[in-house]
């Protein structure tokens, strides 16, 4: 039975790379802003890691 619905299968990366040759292909993301206490958390875990190599490396 065929109903038409699909043309043919295959990957994104397939069909991207078939309309690069005639289109302008464009990638685009975002980063979401780390909030105050995650920026917090993590200076205070990088700077005690810090500290902590800073305690156990020999001198």
């Known amino acids: 039975m065929n109903l ?4 043919e299968v295959r990957t994104s990366d397939d069909y991207i790379l078939e309309k ?3 289109h302008d292909v464009f990638e685009i993301g975002y980063e979401e802003k ?3 206490t995650e920026k917090i958390t993590s200076s205070f ?3 005690l890691n810090k500290l902590l ?3 156990m490396s020999p001198v």
């Open 45 to 47: 875990s990088m700077l």
């Open 34 to 36: 780390q909030k105050l």
């Open 53 to 55: 190599a800073k305690l």
């Open 4 to 7: 038409g619905f699909v043309d």
């Open 20 to 22: 690069i040759k005639t």
